[in-house]
T-cell receptor, first 114, second 116 residues
Framework: DAGVTQSPTHLIKTRGQQVTLRCSPKSGHDTVSWYQQALGQGPQFIFQYYEEEERQRGNFPDRFSGHQFPNYSSELNVNALLLGDSALYLC?????????????FGEGSWLTVV | AQSVTQLGSHVSVSEGALVLLRCNYSSSVPPYLFWYVQYPNQGLQLLLKYTSAATLVKGINGFEAEFKKSETSFHLTKPSAHMSDAAEYFCAVSEAGGTSYGKLTFGQGTILTVHP
């Protein structure tokens, strides 16, 4: 059973460009969340998708947007990249329904903005 | 609003010694609490979670944590450290139930170093 998979694993972008990161949740999971982890920091919640809609959002600007597809996979898009967007972007998945379900994380996508 | 404070950004122990990583939380509603471990250049792996059942929670790799509501703490312990325990550890809190579940608020992390 594959866990949470993310792509690409590493990428380098230039300031002002746009980037798309992808995530496939663990089998049976329908809720996907995205986190940003800057170097030396704990992960910070960006947003969460369920039933193809953004259900919760953290304190991130509108440059950060996402999408969830019918197969529950998800994309994170960041527009007008800033140097400060350089970070590890983590995708997490969990099943809806019973509270207390384990939240699983992927290996992350390392984004470097130059 | 929820928050997590991990006391000590770096903890160093000798192999075989007790590991104690401290976590205090703030939450306006009953919390779910988690400890995750992150090895270099990897994602997060769940060590254990508290979801309002037993207050003493046992996890993987010999780790355990005790939920103390009166102290708003959820400290992580392991009786005997192993070299393979060297990693960064994150404490996280989530609201119990409802649509807020799945939104984790993390602490800043504690880097554990294990000396031979």
């Amino acid at each position: 059973d594959a866990g949470v998979t993310q792509s690409p694993t590493h990428l380098i972008k230039t300031r002002g460009q746009q980037v798309t990161l992808r995530c496939s949740p663990k089998s049976g999971h329908d809720t996907v969340s995205w986190y940003q982890q800057a170097l030396g920091q704990g992960p910070q919640f960006i947003f969460q998708y369920y039933e193809e809609e953004e259900r919760q959002r953290g304190n991130f600007p509108d440059r950060f947007s996402g999408h969830q597809f019918p197969n529950y996979s998800s994309e994170l898009n960041v527009n007008a990249l800033l140097l400060g967007d350089s970070a590890l972007y983590l995708c997490a998945s969990s099943p809806q329904g019973t509270s207390g379900n384990t939240i699983y994380f992927g290996e992350g996508s390392w984004l470097t903005v130059v | 609003a929820q928050s997590v404070t991990q006391l000590g950004s770096h903890v160093s122990v000798s192999e075989g010694a007790l590991v104690l990583l401290r976590c205090n939380y703030s939450s306006s509603v009953p919390p779910y609490l988690f400890w995750y471990v992150q090895y270099p250049n990897q994602g997060l792996q769940l060590l254990l979670k508290y979801t309002s059942a037993a207050t003493l929670v046992k996890g993987i790799n010999g780790f355990e944590a005790e939920f103390k509501k009166s102290e708003t703490s959820f400290h992580l312990t392991k009786p005997s450290a192993h070299m393979s325990d060297a990693a960064e550890y994150f404490c996280a809190v989530s609201e119990a139930g409802g649509t807020s579940y799945g939104k984790l608020t993390f602490g800043q992390g504690t880097i554990l170093t294990v000396h031979p």
